[in-house]
């Protein structure tokens, strides 16, 4: 079987087939790629061109990607690319990618429970947004690595564990739903 390899800066695809099949057949195709955080745009760019099918990505942010898959189908890289860059797919002519992150709105659960010990300050952030499932930006300088966080909460009020942690780290947080979690130095 012929194989064609397209490198590209941020990683690489292996496509199985020729480029000349038609856009229905090119979902069949099988392809290898390995990507470490790169833009997703030119990850799907290059999955579309290596199987012969003009693309269009519609407005909005898509998230970068990391990620390798061997030997799949075309439908199945698709499917782990838009899962990485938070996105969705169809194939109508041309393949047509719509980022979904963008209208979606994050917000503060009510209540939050977790456990850390004597953990660097900026990593219990860290983790709380991940248990909260909302994105979490913490500034430079906010907290050095020596101060560390012993806590543990179970069903307490988020924004009163957000101000217990800011108090103890001397920093600030804001929540806005599109952005997520910020926490910044506390201004004097």
Known sequence: MKRLAIVVAAGSILLGGARTAAAQDALTMRVTIDYRNAAAADVIGALARAAGVPFEIGAGTLRPVTITL???????????????????????????????????????????????????????????????????????????????????????????????????????WSFDAENGLRIAPKKR
Do not use: Y
């Open 70 to 172: 061997t030997n799949v189908r075309l439908t199945t890289a698709l499917d782990a690319v838009c899962d990485n860059a938070s996105c969705a797919w169809r194939l109508d002519g041309a393949l047509k990618v719509t980022p979904v992150a963008a209208g979606r709105r994050a917000s503060l659960p009510p209540r939050v429970s977790f456990d850390v010990k004597d953990s660097p300050g900026a990593e219990v952030f860290r983790a709380m947004g991940a248990a909260i499932g909302v994105t979490v930006t913490v500034s430079p300088g906010t907290a050095s690595p020596e101060q560390t966080l012993s806590l543990s909460f179970h069903n307490a009020a988020t924004t009163d564990v957000l101000n217990m942690m800011c108090e103890a780290l001397r920093c600030e």
